[in-house]
């Protein structure tokens, strides 16, 4: 059995949402023993959106569930990984009906962002409006991406609002470059973090073949 561990390291130095500094998380050492504190402590300031994450309805819908509603047994699961490496800019609706993609299945996007660990791309690969509608249509469960957001240059955000608005899952900042394509079981597991529209994730695959 193999586990890969899909999710990235948070550090104050990390990849963050157009590497703006004001994204970035913030640590803090609140005790410490150079100060004679007998121990270690420390505060973390932290953006929902830093890092792997998962978004709840209330990220682009007004009256929408917050990530305390999102149930761990829609995150504990099965998954298919597909491999888009090949897409240059953005996921479309014909990019995606060449896969295998079926009521309720949740679907993950390897692209070649997962490659770029260290600044961000401002042109990183992004689920288009038509990719996002053909989910729509499979009635997919939930969807994850390898960059820190599903969609850019949305001044609309149709693809969040689309998927969200029927309550489809979207994990984003997946690390998939040693996943191969196929199918895992997934354990993704967001903070319980009461009231807010997203939170940071653990998440890893699982290969049980
Ligand atoms: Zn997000």
Request: glycine share 4%; aromatic share 4%; with cysteine.
């Given at each position: 059995m193999k586990i890969y561990d899909v999710s990235m390291e948070i550090h104050p130095l990390m990849q963050v949402w157009k590497d703006r500094d004001e994204r970035r998380p913030e640590f803090q050492v609140t005790r410490d023993y150079e100060n004679g504190q007998g121990g270690r402590e420390t505060r973390v300031s932290l953006d929902?959106?830093?890092g792997t994450h998962v978004d709840a309805p209330l990220h682009f819908i007004e009256d929408g569930l917050t990530?305390?509603?999102?149930?761990i047994e829609r995150l504990v699961r099965n998954v298919k990984v597909l491999?888009?490496?090949?897409?240059?800019d953005r996921i479309t609706r014909e990019d995606l009906q060449h896969y295998d993609i079926e009521s309720q299945d949740f679907v993950l996007f390897k692209t070649r962002?997962?490659?770029?660990?260290t600044t961000f791309d401002l042109n990183f690969v992004f689920l288009e409006r038509t990719g996002a509608e053909y989910l729509v249509e499979q009635q997919i469960a939930g969807v994850g991406t390898d960059a820190l957001g599903i969609e850019r240059s949305q001044p609309q955000h149709e693809t969040h609002i689309s998927l969200l608005k029927r309550d489809i899952i979207i994990i984003e900042?997946?690390?998939?470059?040693?996943v191969p394509a196929g199918e895992y079981f997934m354990l993704a597991a967001p903070l319980r973090i009461v009231s807010v529209e997203a939170a940071p994730a653990r998440v890893v695959l699982i290969d049980l073949t």
């Open positions: 929902m959106h830093t990530i305390d509603h999102t149930s491999d888009l490496t090949s897409v240059k962002n997962s490659y770029c660990d900042g997946l690390r998939l470059k040693d």
